[in-house]
């Protein structure tokens, strides 16, 4: 049990494009999601904490326009990022949290040409 | 920055050898997570450890937690070619519950 699922996996686009990247839980509910990035051989950092039903809270120094977070199921929260630059290149993770864990989704890899 | 500091950054090992790595955090916190990290894939949940916890074991893994030091450690005992990957800390502070900030992780290599 406690699978999440992203899609998709890979996504590459060109700069001042949009990307949507889903995340779901699979087997359970989830009211609180977490999307993460990661550069190159570096750690996660927590960008966002998605809540059901409510706004996203984001972390210091990420962009609430241009990372927008839906949480629009108990089993679905959607990232997008908007007018896309390459310096937005990255591997972008979410979790689901189930009771006090959470659980990880398998990365979404975004290129932006 | 909130995220923990790893150390070593990077640890290079023979198979069969011991791997111990290190964490180090700045706040309380209410857990300590150890996950794993294949080259470009997702994470694998290997232990949780709880705040009031100072030791957990899970088949080769030993993770030992200090919160007078706020350190935590993980210990791979007889290492495998297959333990070769990224490990990352999480901790999860008691101001912020059920909020995950990364360490930097140590890339371990195991060789055959």
């Known amino acids: 049990g406690a699978v999440v699922s992203q899609h998709p996996s890979r996504v590459i686009c060109k700069s001042g494009t949009s990307v949507k990247i889903e995340c779901r839980s699979l087997?359970?509910?989830?009211?609180?999601m977490f999307w993460y990035r990661q550069f190159p051989k570096q750690s996660l950092m927590l960008m966002a904490t998605?809540?059901?039903?409510?706004?996203?809270?984001?972390e210091q120094g990420v962009e609430k326009d241009k990372f927008l977070i839906n949480h629009a199921s108990l089993t679905l929260s959607t990232l997008t990022v908007t007018s896309a630059h390459p310096e937005d290149s990255s591997f972008y993770i979410c979790s689901a949290l189930r009771v006090d864990e959470q659980y990880f989704g398998p990365g979404t890899r975004l290129t932006v040409t | 920055s909130q995220q923990g500091e790893e150390d070593p950054q990077a640890l290079s090992i023979q198979e069969g050898e011991n791997a111990t790595m290190n964490c180090s955090y700045k706040?309380?916190?209410?857990?300590l997570q150890w996950y794993r990290q294949n080259s470009g894939r997702g994470l694998v949940h290997l232990i949780l450890i709880r705040s009031n916890e100072r030791e957990k074991h899970s088949g080769r893994l030993r993770v030992t937690l200090d919160t007078s030091k706020k350190s935590s450690s993980l210990l791979i005992t007889a290492s495998r070619a297959a333990d070769t990957a990224s490990y990352f800390c999480?901790?999860?502070?008691?101001?912020?519950?059920?909020?995950?900030?990364f360490g930097s992780g140590t890339k371990l290599n195991v060789k055959p």
């Open positions: 998605s809540n059901e039903g409510s706004k996203a809270t984001y």
């Open positions: 087997d359970f509910q989830a009211t609180t």
């Open positions: 999480a901790t999860d502070f008691s101001y912020n519950f059920n909020k995950f900030y």
């Open positions: 706040t309380s916190i209410n857990n």
